[in-house]
């Protein structure tokens, strides 16, 4: 995979304002995108997820749209909270045939109070 | 329902001695994962157990790395001789059908 070093990008917000985070994928043929959170000392966890076969998907508080033209994947956060302070990741993999998970260069998200 | 374990959380050791991780998946879930997740970076699958046997395991440096589920619950990934580049968090993940996986918290490696 791609090397990020040490550096994560960092997105620091006000609570209460909404979040973007971006996230450009490698594969063409992925037809399966996910968001992680992880929190410090935490495995990633889910948070939502979509097929290639939309381009919108919302959640609680969450929304995911997908641009499969360029390649293009972001993750929105309505009404910030300090809970969501954590790293974001997005992931893909070609549903068909099992195969693994691709995770992108995370995303820090800083909440201020 | 309980998650996904592991242990131990932390471990120290120095290059070249051996190391050894467990990790006990979600009950039912046949699909078992061994990520490294080197700091700053996202995870990176080492291996992929279906049931008891090896899905995938084409980025596992098998010349130190070597990673069992024997039974095909719990699994075991060992690392010998470990070297200063292998200091990174190892996460276990499981699932049971379709693309979720659920990961547990980690082991954090430190070779000194």
């Known amino acids: 995979g791609e090397s990020v070093g040490l550096h994560l990008p960092t997105l620091s917000v006000q609570e209460g304002d909404n979040s973007i985070i971006n996230c450009a994928y490698s594969?063409?043929?992925?037809?399966?995108f996910i968001w992680y959170k992880q929190e410090s000392g935490k495995g990633p966890q889910f948070i939502i997820d979509i097929r290639s076969n939309m381009d919108k998907r919302q959640g609680q508080r969450v929304t995911v749209l997908l641009n499969k033209t360029v390649k293009h994947l972001s993750l929105q956060i309505a009404a910030t909270q300090p809970g969501d302070s954590a790293v974001y990741f997005c992931a893909e993999n070609m549903s068909a045939g099992n195969t693994p998970l691709v995770f992108g260069k995370g995303t820090r998200l800083s909440v201020i109070a | 329902e309980a998650g996904v374990a592991q242990s131990p959380r932390y471990k120290i050791i120095e290059k070249r001695q051996s190391v050894a991780f467990w990790c006990n998946p979600i009950s039912g879930h046949a699909t078992l994962y061994w990520y490294q997740q080197i700091l700053g970076q996202g995870p990176k699958l080492l291996i992929q157990f279906q049931n008891n046997g090896v899905v995938d395991d084409s980025q596992l440096p098998k010349d130190r790395f070597s990673a069992e589920r024997l039974k095909g619950v719990d699994s075991t990934l060992k690392i010998q001789p470990a070297k200063l580049e292998d200091s990174a968090v190892y996460l276990c993940?499981?699932?049971?059908?379709?693309?979720?996986?659920?990961f547990g918290p980690g082991t954090r490696l430190t070779v000194l």
């Open positions: 993940a499981s699932s049971k059908a379709g693309n979720e996986q659920f």
């Open positions: 594969n063409s043929a992925s037809d399966y």
